[in-house]
């Protein structure tokens, strides 16, 4: 009995959101990799991308929310998601066109790209600020949980409940559908493989008559697509504040790197991996040895390896230890 | 020397980028359906030569024609699609994707269906047909080389190029090689080769030219190259 109990705490406080954050690692980490594989730098502008998306979805959320539409119990936000990933599209390519392209053409080496991308970073900052403000926006609305921990214990007749969001679980099934087609175009379609060739090795590409630009643009619309959609997920399931993107840069790239930088596999896992290594090195886990261990035993301290804010050196230290050890990842990626 | 020969680059002269010249003055050409070889010492220019026909080079005078088309200006890409194709000595194959997708990739450019090309591929190479769903850089060195002509091929080219082929590879599989170069010549493709293996290259080429410190030095058949006792003693190994 007290195993499930047991069990029950863990999937209630690890295991159901780090499933939900680890998709969301993982939706960033691909718009990352697939920059490191085809455009061959880091993008460190990928944050701010995220929000922008979901800056214009919070922007379009509210005109429905007032226009009246809604798509109860789903959050209204879906419904503006494709207009955020348009008005995402669009700054993504005008970036490139104004800043990436003229370091593509000079042969600038990965490291001034990288700079370039922090430049950008701080102008889209700001321009997001200037747009919906510094300040923290929930746009959640619609059916918060599909079963609540109250319910769940009335339900099973356990003692600890089990509570699953409703943003939780659309975030694993867009994941879900989202990797699901973007596997399908790289692997089935002409053009993504043109994309994987491009990648893996440029010279050839260009010589079996493979357009670069087009590569290029391409790339950088389902890189917008991602950021749209995993900075939307991650805004519904928490709340958008615009620095708060600029921090996950750190547990994505940790995602991307332990993948594999450029293996897309690699990221999903990668995403994962933090996820469930930030959430369960900060957790206390006094509850859950009450419930394993004998009476006599059970702890007095919370047990908690390291207290929540420090989610981030977990990342940090994972990306540390993997780039001294195994740089190039699970999924043999790029050591870059 | 050659009457109307299909691809020729006559009279090149230039180098890489804005240094020094390489070339010299060198012609090189090869017939239609005939297999013509350039051998020489290391840094002759052997392969400045043929990447000078192919437009990778900065081309300070002379001219390739192709079918009688001069094509001097174009570049890489726009040769191919006049029929030119070309194997790199290294990297000449996209190591993460399967031999199949390889093979697509060569022909990218095409608009038509191009899987009775692909079954020529495999009919040529059977064992790419066995490993087609097999990682292009899980095989070896010789597969690997033939996964790297397959692809070539099929963007059904008029002139097949080929940088030092059996480079790395075992003498057998070399053979095996050459022999796969004299069937597809054999279909009407022209090749022209580039080798450091010059003794089994010259054997079987209709043409030869023995390039030393970027000009020509000798020219003519392979079978008469062999038999010369200058180019014995220089190049063969007596």
Redesign the interface.
């Known amino acids: 009995m007290d195993i499930l109990h047991a069990l029950i705490v863990l999937a209630n406080f690890i295991i159901v959101p780090a499933i939900a954050y680890g998709s969301q690692l993982a939706l960033g980490a691909l718009g990352i990799t697939l920059v490191v594989g085809v455009l061959r730098f880091s993008n460190f502008a990928h944050g701010e991308t995220m929000a922008f998306g979901t800056m214009i979805v919070i922007l379009m959320t509210w005109l429905f929310t007032a226009m009246g539409l809604s798509i109860y119990p789903l959050p209204t936000a879906l419904l503006a998601l494709p207009f955020g990933i348009i008005g995402c599209i669009a700054i993504v390519l005008l970036t490139d066109k104004f800043v990436y392209k003229f370091y593509r053409k000079a042969k600038s080496t990965p490291v001034v790209l990288v700079m370039a991308s922090l430049g950008v970073t701080f102008i889209m900052n700001g321009l997001i600020r200037f747009i919906i403000g510094p300040g923290d926006q929930r746009f959640a609305d619609g059916a918060r949980f599909i079963i609540k921990a109250r319910d769940f214990k009335t339900i099973t007749g356990f003692k600890e409940g089990l509570a699953i969001k409703v943003t939780q679980s659309i975030t694993l099934v867009t994941a879900i559908i989202v990797v699901a087609a973007l596997f399908w175009f790289l692997n089935k379609t002409?053009t993504g493989?043109?994309m994987?060739?491009y990648?893996?090795?440029e010279?050839?590409?260009?010589?079996?008559?493979?357009n670069p630009e087009r590569v290029v643009m391409i790339t950088w619309i389902i890189v917008a697509i991602l950021a749209t959609i995993a900075g939307t997920l991650y805004g519904l399931d928490k709340t958008f504040k615009p620095f708060t993107y600029f921090q996950l840069l750190l547990p994505m790239f940790a995602a991307a790197v332990v993948g594999g930088l450029g293996s897309p596999v690699g990221a999903i896992v990668g995403g994962f991996v933090i996820a469930f290594s930030e959430i369960s090195f900060t957790y206390a886990y006094k509850k859950v040895f009450t419930y394993i261990l004998p009476t006599d035993w059970a702890p007095t301290s919370l047990v908690q390896l390291l207290s929540t804010d420090y989610k981030f050196a977990v990342s940090f230290s994972i990306l540390v230890l993997v780039l001294l050890f195994r740089p190039t990842g699970l999924f043999k990626g790029q050591s870059t | 020397m050659n009457e109307n020969p299909f691809l020729i680059g006559e009279a090149m002269t230039g180098g890489y980028g804005t240094g020094a010249d390489i070339l010299h003055d060198c012609t090189v050409a090869v017939n239609k359906g005939e297999i013509a070889v350039i051998v020489g010492p290391n840094g002759a220019g052997k392969s400045t030569a043929m990447k000078a026909i192919f437009g990778m080079l900065t081309m300070r005078s002379g001219q390739v024609s192709i079918d009688g088309e001069d094509i001097t200006n174009l570049s890489p890409q726009d040769r191919v699609a006049k029929g030119m194709a070309f194997v790199p000595q290294n990297q000449n194959i996209f190591t993460s994707l399967s031999v199949e997708e390889n093979l697509e990739m060569g022909a990218f450019l095409r608009e038509d269906d191009i899987s009775e090309t692909m079954n020529q591929v495999f009919d040529l190479f059977p064992i790419l047909k066995e490993r087609r769903r097999q990682a292009a850089g899980e095989l070896s060195g010789g597969q690997r080389q033939q996964v790297a002509v397959g692809r070539a091929l099929m963007t059904q080219p008029k002139v097949l190029m080929l940088d030092e082929p059996t480079a790395g590879v075992s003498p057998i599989v070399m053979d095996e090689l050459f022999d796969r170069i004299i069937d597809v010549a054999k279909t009407g493709i022209s090749i022209l080769m580039v080798e450091q293996n010059a003794r089994q290259a010259l054997e079987i080429a209709d043409k030869g030219y023995v390039l030393v410190q970027g000009e020509n030095r000798f020219t003519d058949t392979g079978s008469n190259l062999l038999s010369d006792p200058e180019v014995r003693k220089s190049f063969l190994g007596g």
């Not at chain 1, 010279?203 to 493979?210: E, Q, R, T, W």
């Open positions: 002409r493989k043109s994987r060739a990648s893996d090795n010279d050839l590409a260009l010589l079996s008559g493979i």
